[in-house]
């Protein structure tokens, strides 16, 4: 089969690395890819438009097509590669809206029981502030649409709340997608990302992980698109999971069918481990990046096989298989991300047995130099997790650019258990 890899980040170069594994794959191509995806070959191209991507998928005769990123899902390429013949990975247009709109994702759990934080919706500042100004702090607000990772704001106080109440419902923050916002009660314990492959009846969860979002040790700083994870979480038990399949997974997929989107891809739950068990902090609709990056090096059994069962609805005839080992995942960033940061810098790699995914990078008279904020991320797998993490980053050690930044306490809180 030809298969085609829609993105350019490393969660797509870890979806590559996974899929040339497979018996099934005769050749892969990703568009647009990145320079440092030497295992597939590249296809250059912008997602997002539509018609060019579907024209494109069939001049390559592709025989399947896996689309992660979040917009070119938003904006219908799934149903539009459907449409044309094309069997793909990925939700429908209507199945994304659990991630394109928050005020959709929350609403659907109110209606259908699923456990998640008290919220309350607004599209105008006035009666948004006065809400704000009675609640117990800190609180969360959201932007309803998509927003890479940062439209999230944990607010300490009254000041910083109106702070990002008028940049969302303004629309100088983050657009149309801040025209209506999301202001809910703060979850409190340990955090676990959920990567489930879906086919629209039968729901499959991954290995767990534990993400990191703040940009600075010790989860402090600005949030970004994720510093590094670990996987399996340790803090996420058999009991918890079966709990969660039961009051969050399952019903989530029944809530799907019922408002006439049933949900067929990867559908990535947050949870939050509070005192009165799993909550839902959010739902994307792709596969989470840096999760992917520590799960896929874990998987054994063969992830397109799996890719292809989501499309088809047989996905309860298959298993995904996994290693009894732990992954450590560092992201190496560019120094000031996620706010100003220079690139451009040529990259040095000494030979590691870790997984390397690039991201922001481009070439330069044949070599890689940092062209983004993330710049490429470093796995480890080993059978114990603090002998993953060390691994990690003494593989880190080894690669070297200008300006290379990364957190130094990735997987600590899961080794002290919060």
Do not use: W
Request: overall charge negative; glycine content about 10%.
């Amino acid at each position: 089969m030809k298969i085609l890899v829609i993105g350019s980040g490393g969660r797509e170069h870890a979806v590559v690395k996974a899929i040339v594994k497979s018996p099934l794959c005769e050749k892969v191509y990703a568009l647009p890819g990145n320079p440092g995806m030497k295992e597939c070959t590249r296809i250059p191209g912008n997602p997002l438009d539509i018609d060019r991507t579907v024209q494109t998928a069939k001049e390559y005769q592709i025989d399947f097509c896996v689309v992660t990123p979040e917009d070119p899902l938003a904006a219908g390429l799934v149903d539009a590669l459907n449409h044309a013949g094309i069997p793909c990975f990925g939700p429908s247009q209507k199945a994304t809206r659990i991630e394109s709109s928050k005020v959709f994702s929350k609403n659907l759990m109110k209606k259908y029981g699923i456990p998640t934080a008290d919220f309350k919706v607004f599209d105008e500042l006035a009666p948004a502030l006065a809400y704000a100004k009675a609640q117990p702090y800190p609180l969360v607000i959201k932007a309803d649409g998509l927003a890479r990772g940062k439209g999230v704001v944990i607010a300490q106080d009254y000041a910083e709340a109106e702070h990002a109440l008028f940049g969302m419902l303004s629309g100088q923050d983050f657009g149309e997608s801040g025209k209506q916002v999301i202001i809910e009660e703060t979850l409190v314990g340990p955090e676990v990302s959920l990567l489930c492959l879906a086919d629209g009846q039968t729901i499959l969860p991954l290995v767990s992980a534990m993400d990191h979002k703040r940009a600075k040790d010790g989860d402090v700083g600005l949030n970004t698109g994720g510093m590094g994870a670990i996987a399996p979480s340790p803090l996420y038990t058999q009991e918890l999971a079966a709990l969660t399949q039961q009051r969050i997974l399952e019903p989530t997929m029944a809530a799907m069918q019922a408002e006439g989107c049933p949900f067929a891809g990867c559908l990535f739950v947050g949870l939050m481990l509070t005192e009165d068990g799993p909550r839902v902090l959010e739902y994307n609709a792709r596969m989470g990046d840096p999760e992917t990056q520590a799960v896929l090096p874990l998987m054994t059994s063969d992830l397109l096989d799996h890719l292809i069962a989501c499309s088809k609805g047989t996905l309860h005839l298959t298993q995904p298989l996994f290693l009894d080992e732990a992954a450590c995942c560092l992201v190496l960033t560019s120094k000031g991300y996620p706010e100003r940061f220079q690139t451009g810098y040529p990259i040095s790699a000494q030979k590691t047995d870790a997984q390397v995914c690039f991201a922001g990078v481009k070439e330069v008279d044949g070599h890689l130099v940092t062209a983004g904020g993330r710049v490429m991320s470093v796995t480890a797998v080993k059978p114990r997790l603090q002998d993953a993490i060390k691994a990690a980053y003494a593989a880190a050690e080894r690669i070297d650019f200008k300006d290379k930044s990364y957190r130094t306490d990735i997987g600590q809180k899961a080794l002290r258990g919060i």
